[in-house]
T-cell receptor, first 114, second 115 residues
């Protein structure tokens, strides 16, 4: 199974600032995803991080708010821009294995915006 | 319409007993995969088990088994011999073949194992 690390593990940020979350995988993966989990809620897909091209965003999420980079097959970043308290969530990076039978998540980044 | 439905917001089970967590799904795609994840209070998402729509047998992984009833569109998770460490939120998820490996999650079930 893929080993995924995320930085930072948690952060407390002020309204109006931006935070960049890093996701590192120990092997090359084709598909990388970013999910958000608001307090007490289920997971919602933000976007698919595409290597070498722009990310594919889900309805309700825009590039200006959540810019994503994917410079290679093992690394991606998600930036949460111009934060408000409503952005307080756990942000999770996810990758699929080559066979498509399993999908793994990073440990998550717990973000609190004050 | 909800693609993944988990109707049990909370469940309690006595230690060492078995428990079933319900999950129903809705899809017109003939090829899909069903997943179960465990999320302890730490927030990490732990992959438990996978069932493919064409798999003939129910998936099993240690104490976890998936009761897959395709005609009823249900994919219930059975945990045998519950342990205190099983207390967590459990999510059912589905990936359809045309979804580029995106997962759609249910609302989750909070399982509490009682000593």
């Amino acid at each position: 199974s893929a080993v995924i690390s995320q930085k930072p593990s948690r952060d407390i940020c002020q309204r109006g600032t931006s935070l960049t979350i890093q996701c590192q995988v120990d092997s090359q993966v084709t598909m990388m995803f970013w999910y958000r989990q608001q307090p007490g809620q289920s997971l919602t897909l933000i976007a698919t991080a595409n290597q070498g091209s722009e990310a594919t965003y889900e309805s309700g999420f825009v590039i200006d708010k959540f810019p994503i980079s994917r410079p290679n097959l093992t690394f991606s970043t998600l930036t949460v821009s111009n934060m408000s308290p409503e952005d307080s969530s756990i942000y999770l990076c996810s990758v699929g294995d080559r066979r498509g039978y399993e999908q793994y998540f990073g440990p998550g980044t717990r973000l609190t915006v004050t | 319409a909800q693609k993944i439905t988990q109707t049990q917001p909370g469940m309690f089970v006595q230690e060492k007993e078995a428990v079933t967590l319900d999950c129903t799904y809705d899809t017109s795609d003939p090829s899909y995969g069903l997943f179960w994840y465990k999320q302890p209070s730490s927030g990490e998402m732990i992959f438990l088990i996978y069932q493919g729509s064409y798999d003939q047998q129910n998936a099993t992984e240690g104490r976890y088994s998936l009761n897959f009833q395709k005609a009823r569109k249900s994919a219930n998770l059975v945990i045998s011999a519950s342990q205190l460490g099983d207390s967590a939120m459990y999510f059912c998820a589905m990936r359809e073949s045309g979804s580029a490996r995106q997962l759609t999650f249910g609302s989750g079930t909070q399982l509490t194992v009682l000593p």
